[in-house]
């Protein structure tokens, strides 16, 4: 089992090394209306990921280029902060994030109604802060929270979850370690009301027994972050 | 960064208030907002610190790199201090390369810090010629309500000061913390409406004048200076901010630990 | 019938009788996706959306039923033009004949020339609006592709001279207003300035430079008691 094969991620018992369960998602907050000058925003830390996301707009699309007649586009930027991870991230250009923006955008332009608002920009901002593993997730998440927040109308709110394999183990919600060593991981965006989704990666190596296995700890693990994230937009004591 | 259209009724009523000695927000005119400052807050830098005042909230992170001592200098490690605004901070800012104000705010920040010698560059050093460390401190804004520039500079010395040199990671030794000598306290001042006033809000900015920033070292002495935008001023206005500053970074350096 | 959450209106009422006499203000905070109820016999107002005969939430806010309508009223929102609205314009740009007016909403009007303050020598529109001024004007339509023409054609409307411009939430204007205008007249009264509530959130308040620091001062804690709220909703 390639290289890491002795790595125990998972004990005898079938904890995984912070003591979860295999289905188990790491600890969530959730805060909205963390950045004053935004039009909607969330602070979403989910384990030692920490993501911050302001919503402006919609306003008028500039360059006019990017204006559509009939809806409005939603313009997103990922970015993790060069501070964010162990090994420091030299700003500017980058693959990654230029591919996680664009998935985060086609994830989110499914719920959000843009016909509402013709030739105008929704401007998303995804800055991880800290990171642990999970990111793409966790700012699609933090973004849907933030879009509701600015009271922009859409379909559904999104959750985002990642479920993976180590040690031949399908685990929900990949940690750093997990994901360093693991075998496979699958992030999904899920629709909480409808079960549907709007965002699916995956890269490893997983049977169609361990897929479906990973498939369902994403699903319910968004049902259970879901209840956070509308306490956090109902204002805790709903 | 782009220019809004400064509505001239702004600037009309910002000269009635300077004439009245108001302000917008019913400061006076050397007053500052509300500030906070918390340190150790983020779990992957090895320094770090949020400061809020008002509105405007930023963040700064201390990362280290071992590098390689340049040949002319072989017993010095190095300091970089970083800025970049992200599109998240302010409808104005927008993502691509850093533009030239992110740059000024992070060049105006590291002068102060650098030339105030905090930090020894010599201690920075490992094995001369060969292995140094490299101090980066990254700015980062949140929320952009006016004076990102104190902000910087408050979270940037702040982080600093709580930065801890990740020797064991690279197995260059024992982790130890980073020596941080004195405290260069930056104090920003806005021409509006005709008359310098101290920590500027964001309207105050968009419908002022010139900035002038002044960063002061422990014993008042002058580390740093940027006059940015357009603006003319006097001698006389300059002595009078100064005098301000040196009174207000003896307050901001109380609280930075 | 069906086991899915119908009755969320009934344990809202439930909910708020329990704890005394019921406050207009918390009424139920909804967000986008949730169910509302089945759709049969009630009108979709805003803010919401049928699907599979389902009332659906579009929008996080509280939600408000009127006879047979239900709609969400969103607790934060951006101006969303309507022909007739006041509203207070910034001048960014203009051309020989129009006026390019910024009126806070997700896409900018035009002011032609036909419908501006007076009248205007071809190429003169900089000696009569010029780039910065800011204006009181009316919408006066909005196309489906939102183009939207504001006019000065009208009472009261013109190009603002003296006096500050303020801003409040769109969606809190309601709160600085009163009921039937009550808490504004009272502004006024107390204040002694003239207060011209546009409908996209901006404000013009003229008068003496101490008074107008008191609207400011008693706009600003409408907007942080709003905050508050907003977070106990």
Known sequence: MGGYGDVRMIDENGLRMDGRKPGDVRPITIETGVVPVADGSCRMVWGTNEAIVAVYGPMEAHPRKIQRQDRAVIDVAYNMAPFSTTDRIRPGFNRRSREISKVTKDALESVVLLELYPRSKIRVSIEIVSAEAGTRCVGLTAASVALADAGIPMTDLIVSVASGKVNDVVVCDLNKEEDNYGEADLPMGVLPNSGELVFLQMDGNLSPEEFKQAWDYNVDAAMEVHKLMVKALKGGDN | ?257 | ?233
């Open chain 2, 1 to 257: 960064m782009s220019a809004p259209t400064v509505p001239n009724l702004l600037r009309a009523h910002l000269s009635d208030l300077a004439l009245n000695d108001a302000r917008l927000d019913g400061r006076s005119k050397f007053e500052g907002r509300e500030l906070k400052l918390e340190t150790g807050i983020l779990p992957r830098a090895e320094g770090s610190a949020k400061v809020t005042m008002g509105d405007t909230i930023v963040l700064a992170g201390v990362k280290f790199q071992l590098m390689t001592p340049y040949s002319d200098r072989p017993n010095q490690g190095g300091l970089m201090c970083s800025c970049e605004v992200r599109p998240l901070a302010g409808r104005h800012w927008e993502a691509g390369p850093p533009s030239p104000e992110s740059i000024e705010l992070g060049r105006v920040v590291d002068r102060g810090i650098r030339e105030s010698g905090c930090i020894d560059v010599d201690d920075l050093c490992i094995i001369p010629g060969e292995k140094a460390w490299q101090v980066i401190l990254d700015l980062h804004a949140i929320s952009d309500d006016g004076n990102l520039f104190d902000a910087f500079a408050l979270a940037g010395i702040a982080a600093l000061r709580s930065a801890i040199i990740p020797a064991e990671r690279f197995e260059v030794g024992e982790d130890m913390p980073l020596k941080v000598s004195k405290k260069p306290i930056m104090c920003s001042y806005h021409k509006v409406g005709g008359r310098f006033v101290y920590d500027a809000s964001y309207k105050e900015e968009l419908g002022g004048d010139e900035r002038i920033h002044i960063t002061l070292g422990d014993d008042d002495h002058v580390h740093s200076l940027q006059k940015g935008l357009k603006g003319i001023f006097t001698a006389d206005e300059f002595a009078e901010i100064m005098e301000h500053a040196k009174v207000r970074c003896a307050e901001l350096r109380k609280i930075v630990d």
């Open chain 3, 1 to 233: 019938m069906n086991s899915r959450p119908v009755g969320q209106l009934d344990n809202m009422s439930n909910e708020s009788n329990a704890g005394g006499p019921r406050d207009s203000r918390r009424t139920l905070v909804v967000v986008p996706g949730e169910d509302l109820g089945v759709s049969e016999g009630i009108e979709a107002g805003h803010g919401v959306l049928v699907v599979d005969d389902r009332i659906i939430s579009t929008k996080q806010g509280r939600m408000s039923r009127k006879g047979n309508t239900i709609s969400v009223d969103p607790l934060h929102t951006r101006y969303m033009p309507r022909p007739g609205d006041l509203v207070i314009g910034h001048i960014e740009g203009c051309t020989n004949n129009i006026w390019f007016i910024d009126i806070g909403a997700p896409f900018n009007s035009i002011l032609p020339m036909s419908l501006g303050p007076a009248k205007v020598e071809f190429g003169g529109t900089r000696k009569v609006l010029d780039i910065g001024d800011s204006i009181l004007c009316r919408v006066q339509e909005v196309e489906e592709t939102h183009q939207s023409v504001v006019t000065m054609k009208g009472m009261g409307l013109r190009k603002i001279r003296s006096g500050a411009l303020d801003e409040l939430d769109p969606h809190l204007l309601g709160r600085l207003i009163g009921k039937g205008g009550a808490f504004l007249r009272e502004m006024k009264m107390e204040t002694d300035c003239r207060i011209v509530v546009a409908d996209n959130g901006r404000l013009w308040i003229d008068g003496e430079l101490s008074n107008i620091l008191e609207v400011r001062r008693r706009i600003n804690s409408i907007s942080s008691e709003a905050r508050v709220v907003g977070v106990d909703a």
